[in-house]
């Protein structure tokens, strides 16, 4: 029998009774949710890194718990604590302080739990990016009278971007699969919509097959400019034998 008569393709039409349109809503919400929390998780890791290196020891104490527990405990139980209990500890607050409750949007909700976790690990690959930056270039920067900032600037960002494009590509690639894990919270990211089409026409292959395939495509596109990248920060790298 033809797959064509197995698979019924009108159901991934984007006008109903198709679900086309609403599998690309999810991945548009998916995509949002990724990008914001990277950024977020990028801020964190930036500040993480050079707190680690360069702060007092409360500070690298603080960032050594915060970067321990974070990648020690399940991102699952992560996501359900954050979303969970962090906006109810948060009305909480505001309650006490003589506020009224905050309704906290899904999107921002799940922007701020996948920030925090991407944060964690961001601190560690920037954190080892810095180090990687050999320590003459920096002396001789500082020999020639550059400030703090202006080290930061010129010397040891472009320096460490080449060792940390490597690991920030990967912890891309990563929060656009952890976005999935917010199904379990009902936000509708692609997952969760992609279940609830399938459990509405029972045509599991199909949307989950749809699914992978967005993903796969996510991650090729994001490939293309992650390379692009790469060669631009090794331009007048001399590698090392």
């Known amino acids: 029998m033809a797959a064509d008569s197995i698979i019924n393709w009108s159901l991934l039409s984007l006008s109903a009774p198709g679900w086309g349109g609403v599998l690309l809503q999810g991945f548009l919400h998916s995509i949002q949710i990724a990008v914001g929390g990277y950024a977020l998780g990028l801020l964190l890791g930036v500040g993480g890194a050079f707190g680690k290196l360069y702060g007092g020891p409360v500070t690298r104490d603080l960032l050594e718990c915060y970067t321990t527990i974070v990648r020690a405990v399940p991102e699952l139980v992560l996501i359900l604590l954050l979303y969970y209990a962090g906006t109810d500890l948060l009305n909480q607050l505001l309650g006490a302080a003589g506020f009224g409750t905050l309704d906290i949007s899904g999107l921002m909700a799940g922007i701020f739990v996948i920030g925090v976790v991407q944060g964690a690990y961001s601190t560690e690959v920037l954190r080892g990016a810095i180090k990687a ?12 009278g550059m400030s703090p ?20 590509a990967n912890l891309w690639l990563i929060a ?29 292959l199909l949307f989950f097959c749809a699914a992978g395939a967005l993903y796969l495509a996510l991650t090729l596109v994001s490939n293309i400019f992650i390379g692009a990248l790469e060669r631009h920060a090794r331009r007048g790298f001399v590698e090392q034998r």
């Not at 930056?133 to 020639?144: D, L, S």
């Not at 900032?149 to 920030?168: C, D, N, Q, S, W």
């Not at 279940?195 to 509405?200: D, E, H, K, L, V």
């Open 176 to 204: 656009t699969k952890d976005t999935a894990l917010l199904a379990v919270v009902g936000f509708s990211e692609l997952t969760l919509v992609t279940r609830q089409a399938a459990g509405a026409t029972k045509a599991y």
């Open 133 to 144: 930056v050999p320590a003459g270039q920096i002396e001789a920067a500082r020999a020639y």
């Open 149 to 168: 900032g202006k080290v930061l600037r010129r010397v040891t960002l472009p320096a460490m971007l080449p060792y940390a494009i490597p690991g920030l």
